[in-house]
């Protein structure tokens, strides 16, 4: 069984949108094709709606998201966009109330964030805050650093996310991303500057996070989680050691006839091969949404 903690739709309702884009809309009904090609069982959305991303890639927001999960409630489901930067965050508690409204209309957590301000500006920590209160999981893009991108920025080895994670012990911090997944192992000059990694040389920061803070998950899904996983036998060390932390995502929205997510081989491969356990393969596959989500 597959659960996607990582997908997207694009604007649906907006056709429009597709001259923009250069492509076709990748709508609900598309997903659910390609889920069924793919043994996916269920997947759940992630809507855009910061500044940065919600034209440039033209990913369906809050209201369509919800939209689609009522036409298919037995696939999908559905995380809640939210920007700190919201004229509803001015005041300390009025982020609870938003996130009451959107846990009233079915949303499960909050992502995809890519607010480009520190991850320890006070407008995040008010959203820290109140996912904390309400039991609402954050799914984040990290960056390193101010530039034409998007996602919560921190710096090389991610102190920001450390100082967040202590600080707000009852909020989930899901992380994504190049900038993320990078901490999986320090990284030469040359592998900074593209996808090509080598083996590992020593653990990186995200072994000592995921060992020291009980709060922090991995997605795994796009180039970065599934570069960073498969580097070498360290990678499945990491993948049984952190086994309870981590969920499968594909990180999907481009077209109909996109390959399929590697991380679906990956992972059966690596079972089938007995570098994974089953245990393991059950709990990032969909046993660790399950719990976390579901339960």
Not at 119 to 135: D, P, R, S
Request: charged residues 25%; proline residues 5%; hydrophobic residues 35%.
């Amino acid at each position: 069984m597959f659960i996607d903690i990582h997908t997207h739709i694009t604007y649906g309702n907006c056709k429009e949108y597709s001259t923009l884009l250069g492509r076709k809309p990748f709508t609900a009904s598309t997903l659910i094709k390609k889920m069924d090609a793919e043994g996916i069982d269920k997947s759940v959305l992630l809507p855009l709606v910061n500044a940065e991303v919600m034209d440039y890639y033209g990913v369906a927001g809050n209201q369509e998201c919800l939209e689609a999960v009522k036409k298919y409630p037995d696939r999908l489901m559905t995380f809640c966009g939210i920007d700190p930067r919201s004229m509803m965050n001015y005041k300390k508690g009025n982020l609870v109330k938003l996130l009451t409204v959107y846990k009233k209309l079915g949303c499960i957590g909050i992502g995809e964030m890519c607010a480009s301000i520190p991850i320890t500006h006070k407008l995040y920590q008010n959203l820290f805050y109140a996912a904390g209160e309400e039991n609402m999981p954050i799914l984040f893009h990290f960056i390193p650093k101010v530039c034409h991108s998007y996602g919560a920025i921190d710096k090389l080895h991610l102190p920001g996310l450390e100082k967040m994670l202590e600080k707000y012990p009852k909020t989930i911090f899901i992380g994504h991303s190049p900038c993320f997944w990078n901490e999986i192992a320090p990284l030469t000059d040359k592998e900074r500057s593209g996808y090509v990694r080598g083996p590992f040389k020593k653990e990186g920061t995200l072994w000592r996070l995921m060992r020291e803070y009980p709060n922090i998950y991995g997605d795994i899904s796009a180039g970065s989680g599934y570069i960073a996983l498969s580097r070498d036998n360290k990678s499945y060390e990491f993948m049984e050691k952190f086994s309870d932390r981590l969920f499968f995502g594909t990180d999907r929205f481009s077209s109909e006839d996109e390959p399929a997510p590697p991380q679906i081989a990956f992972l059966k491969d690596a079972l089938k091969s007995k570098k994974m356990s089953k245990s393991t393969y059950e709990k990032i596959s969909h046993k660790n949404f399950e719990r976390i989500f579901l339960s």
